[in-house]
């Protein structure tokens, strides 16, 4: 649960605005789209070795 102090004199925007960031910062919506469906681990390990190929191709400068 979030929770988000307010001062009486705060406006809702920033309210708001905390609220939002705060809920980014949680992840809690990247964790809900990782559960709507199971991936193997073997598909998710070659993910992950993709991606750090991929960076490693940037940072070398072999990609564009």
């Not at 469906?37 to 991606?51: A, D, G, H, N, Y």
């Amino acid at each position: 649960m979030l929770i988000i102090d307010s001062k009486d004199c705060e406006n809702i925007d920033k309210a708001l605005k905390k609220y939002k960031k705060k809920f980014e910062k949680s992840r809690v919506l990247l964790q809900l789209r990782e559960r709507q469906s199971f991936t193997k681990p073997s598909v998710r390990r070659r993910t992950e070795v993709l991606k750090a190929v991929y960076k490693q191709q940037l940072e070398s400068g072999k990609l564009d």
